[in-house]
């Protein structure tokens, strides 16, 4: 597991690793650090999908936190973000990047183990993957890739967030019990993932990606609603994790 720690103070980022090395090993885990003095540094070497976590502070020479990761935002929506201050003048800022944390410096050990304890959770979250046999290849895709779910037949169309599809042999109610509460079932047979629901319409669902599926016209409310407490219920997770710090 790569983490990124992101500080123009050496004794700071020092700090910080003490702290979740200390975490790492309660824990079990296999952290590997990875130090940049500033935000330039870090892009310079930035990569979709190489860190875990990223700890950014905000205040540093030349590109700020903030700043580092707007650019960030550009090419990864997915990195996980925690913005290190010593000021609390920047948490609607972090918020507009879709921070997963907002810690005070200087950090306790209790407030970066409650931080890291919701990543590890939120980490195995999107770790869980859903297997099948395409093409006659074995494919296993994160649940957090997956954009949508189809029936065919006898046969599951399956979607990822690349525009890849998959054609396996499987019944819908075999997949649909494999899945966990991010995924929606519109109707008999199509099922999403909430994360990638762009918006619902009258009578639509829409992607994030542009692909659109029927509602059936009795339970478009209320699958609206479900998505809608989807939504709300991972901000009162991010919330809580947090003690209320974004």
């Not at 500080?7 to 980022?13: A, K, L």
């Not at 065919?152 to 966990?180: H, P, V, W």
């Amino acid at each position: 597991m790569n983490i990124a720690l992101v500080d123009d103070s050496e004794s700071d980022r020092m700090q910080l690793e003490s702290i979740l090395k200390e975490y790492n090993s309660i824990h079990q885990l296999d952290m590997v650090f990875h130090h940049f003095c500033s935000g330039e540094d870090l892009l310079a070497h930035y990569q979709p999908f190489r860190f875990a976590v990223i700890f950014l502070d905000i205040y540093m020479e030349n590109m700020s936190g903030i700043e580092t990761a707007k650019r960030i935002r550009k090419v990864d929506d997915d990195a996980v973000l925690v913005f290190l201050t010593s000021s609390e003048a920047h948490r609607s800022d972090a918020f507009s990047v879709f921070a997963s944390a907002y810690l005070e410096k200087p950090c306790s050990n209790e407030e970066v183990f409650r931080t890291a304890d919701h990543l590890l959770r939120l980490y195995t979250k999107n770790d869980r993957r859903f297997s099948f046999s395409f093409d006659r290849k074995d494919y296993s895709l994160f649940f957090s890739d997956i954009i949508s779910l189809e029936t065919d037949r006898n046969y599951l169309l399956i979607e990822d967030c690349d525009g890849n599809k998959f054609r396996t042999r499987m019944t819908f109610s075999a997949a649909e019990s494999q899945l966990d509460s991010r995924f929606l079932t519109l109707m008999k047979g199509i099922a999403v993932n909430m994360d990638h629901i762009q918006q619902f319409t009258e009578n639509q669902c829409i992607m994030q990606r542009g692909r659109c599926f029927p509602l059936p016209v009795r339970q478009q409310r209320e699958l609206k609603q479900k998505w809608l407490n989807y939504k709300f219920s991972q901000i009162r997770e991010n919330a809580a994790m947090q003690g209320g710090c974004l």
